[in-house]
T-cell receptor, first 114, second 114 residues
Framework: GQQLNQSPQSMFIQEGEDVSMNCTSSSIFNTWLWYKQDPGEGPVLLIA?????ELTSNGRLTAQFGITRKDSFLNISASIPSDVGIYFCAGRIDRGSTLGRLYFGRGTQLTVWP | DTGVSQDPRHKITKRGQNVTFRCDPI?????LYWYRQTLGQGPEFLTY????????KSRLLSDRFSAERPKGSFSTLEIQRTEQGDSAMYLC????????????FGPGTRLTVL
């Protein structure tokens, strides 16, 4: 199956700091999405990106669809304690037998110190 | 709209028993997906439905797994003769149209096989 390489694996930051994480793939994706998951809960959709080069914001979150269509980035500005959780990138290929499914990275665990 | 719901939230069973999980998607969403998530990993695709038709199945979905969506609304996922390796979080998601990549997840069912 497709591999999404997400980094960093974990981050420990001070409240108020900005955060950057990224996701890369050996394959081209037509859609990139970012999710946040809290312990014991399902992932919550944060941002969806549909075009190469697209930059989309959702409050303090900004995500970009890489020009090569093989990567995506998520930035969180002025982090707050409730940003704690695991952030997942996901991609959709939209080709042949894989139409519909999302491929997920292994996640970035974010810890925010007050 | 109450979002995607899953039942039960937790299930503990003995090896060899059968278990069934239910997912109710967001109303009027015609696509429904099942994923499995193990500790430290992102969700992995199992199968998806468009209305009542099961359109794609992952190789992860062994013969012991079966999913149905008989009336195009709720879905069930059954695991027969459970094994310890089946212990995982089973996530359900739905999306509004075939072209939408935005999948909205339920809270998941945590399965523990003893």
């Amino acid at each position: 199956g497709q591999q999404l390489n997400q980094s960093p694996q974990s981050m420990f930051i001070q409240e108020g700091e900005d955060v950057s994480m990224n996701c890369t793939s050996s394959s081209i994706f037509n859609t990139w999405l970012w999710y946040k998951q809290d312990p014991g809960e399902g992932p919550v959709l944060l941002i969806a990106l549909y075009k190469a080069g697209e930059l989309t914001s959702n409050g303090r979150l900004t995500a970009q669809f890489g020009i090569t269509r093989k990567d995506s980035f998520l930035n969180i500005s002025a982090s707050i304690p409730s940003d704690v959780g695991i952030y997942f990138c996901a991609g959709r290929i939209d080709r042949g037998s894989t139409l519909g499914r999302l491929y997920f990275g292994r996640g970035t665990q974010l810890t925010v110190w007050p | 709209d109450t979002g995607v719901s899953q039942d039960p939230r937790h299930k503990i069973t003995k090896r060899g028993q059968n278990v069934t999980f239910r997912c109710d998607p967001i109303s009027e969403h015609n696509r429904l997906y099942w994923y499995r998530q193990t500790l430290g990993q992102g969700p992995e695709f199992l199968t998806y439905f468009q209305n009542e038709a099961q359109l794609e199945k992952s190789r992860l979905l062994s013969d012991r797994f079966s999913a149905e969506r008989p009336k195009g609304s709720f879905s069930t996922l059954e695991i027969q003769r459970t094994e310890q390796g089946d212990s995982a979080m089973y996530l359900c998601a739905s999306s509004s149209t075939p072209t939408s990549a935005e999948q909205f997840f339920g809270p998941g069912t945590r399965l523990t096989v003893l």
